[in-house]
Nanobody
Framework: QVQLVESGGGLVQYGGSLRLTCLVS????????IGWFRQAPGKEREFVGA????????YYASAVNGRFTISRDNANNTVDLRMNDLRPEDTAVYYC?????????????????????WGQGTQVTVSS
């Protein structure tokens, strides 16, 4: 069984920064790809970015590319989502998820159906 817990959400002003952390407990952390998703009120869950345990570049959604950065610490079983230049449209509940993807490509990384385990989410609110 794998459990994920997000932390670091909160209220930030336009242009500010936040760092979210996903703590993953369970076996074989390195065997899982970790994705970040978000869901705003009245909207569907959308892909933010994802990272694989290998030394490969993460994938990012176009809406956050260049502003958000994902990093992974395999020694401490954590994945960070660093968010810069935050905008009101980034307001959402942010979730991390773990899965074992058959293929590592943008389409697979961005499909929530490929992730078996989800955290409870953390609220990020950006004021204008």
């Amino acid at each position: 069984q794998v459990q994920l817990v997000e932390s670091g959400g909160g209220l930030v002003q336009y242009g500010g920064s936040l760092r979210l952390t996903c703590l993953v407990s369970g076996r074989d952390f390195k065997s899982y790809e970790i994705g970040w998703f978000r869901q705003a009120p009245g909207k569907e869950r959308e892909f933010v970015g994802a990272i694989i345990w290998k030394d490969l570049l993460p994938y990012y959604a176009s809406a956050v590319n260049g502003r958000f950065t994902i990093s992974r610490d395999n020694a401490n079983n954590t994945v960070d989502l660093r968010m810069n230049d935050l905008r009101p449209e980034d307001t959402a509940v942010y979730y991390c998820a773990a899965g074992t993807l058959k293929y590592w490509n943008f389409g697979a990384a961005g499909d929530p159906n490929n992730y078996n385990y989800w955290g409870q989410g953390t609220q990020v609110t950006v004021s204008s």
